[in-house]
């Protein structure tokens, strides 16, 4: 799909990826909706967004109620006319020590990063069906959830989960010419994450990862992960015996 002249709704636009991604696409004469908490973060971005060129419609809720994102997928459609493509970009990763962790330290990384997606997706599936054309969903997943990493068992458990849905969900709405998209970064240096001691090597910047979100949005490649030798990496396990695989990620255990 081009990425001009659309119609597009963002969560988690205030800052991070939402933010770069939303910037990037207020280049094209978009008309853009962004969803997210904090209100004046929010106001910030849709200013920069209409120096850009681009309309823009700022809607403050909270993800995790079902409600308030029934509602902003509904006042987007009506402000706009239809939504083109949604990118659904909420979620969090802090590290967690499994072995001190309490149940809704798990289960509330769950809630964050898989029913912030449900709770936007499920309405967005009734307005898509709606218009002729369909549209897109996207999930911003991570390469995390291809394999359990130590320290990061729950956001690789929450991503997977999210893969998992969205990859029966692209079967059942092809028929409605709902696309369905998983887009699948590694490190992204971001003002939450940027002091935990990843690597530079590994990592890439706010800006290099829109640039491939957009890539994936343009070309609605089903699956898309990235940068490559990241994808290699994460990979190579899968062809590994589990007790290679184990003792290798045992290295980036701190425990």
Request: hydrophobic letters at 40%.
């Amino acid at each position: 799909m081009e990425l001009k002249d659309r119609v597009i709704l963002i969560t988690g636009a205030s800052s991070g990826i939402g933010k770069a991604v939303a910037l990037a696409l207020s280049h094209g004469h978009n008309r853009i909706a962004i969803f997210a908490r904090r209100q004046e973060l929010l106001l910030n971005v849709a200013e920069s967004i209409r120096k850009n060129g681009s309309e823009a419609l700022s809607i403050v809720g909270d993800a995790l109620d079902e409600k308030q994102a029934a509602d902003a997928v509904h006042e987007a459609a009506q402000r706009f006319g239809r939504i083109d493509m949604a990118l659904l970009n909420i979620g969090i990763g802090p590290s967690l020590d499994i072995a001190r962790a309490v149940p809704d330290d798990i289960k509330q990384n769950m809630r964050i990063n898989y029913d912030t997606m449900i709770n936007f997706f499920c309405p967005l599936v009734q307005q898509l069906k709606k218009q002729e054309s369909g549209g897109i969903i996207a999930n911003t997943n991570s390469l995390a959830g291809f394999l359990g990493l130590p320290s990061q068992g729950h956001y690789s458990a929450s991503k997977a989960a999210c893969r998992m849905f969205l990859d029966t969900a692209r079967i059942e709405l092809k028929q409605y010419n709902i696309r369905v998209l998983t887009i699948c970064p590694g490190f992204v240096v971001t003002e939450r994450n940027k002091h935990q001691g990843i690597p530079h090597s590994l990592t890439m910047t706010l800006d290099e990862a829109a640039r491939h979100i957009l890539n994936a949005l343009k070309s609605e490649r089903k699956e898309y992960l990235f940068p490559n030798h990241l994808k290699t990496a994460v990979m190579l396990p899968k062809f590994l015996p589990r007790s290679a695989t184990e003792r290798l990620l045992s290295r980036f255990s701190h425990s």
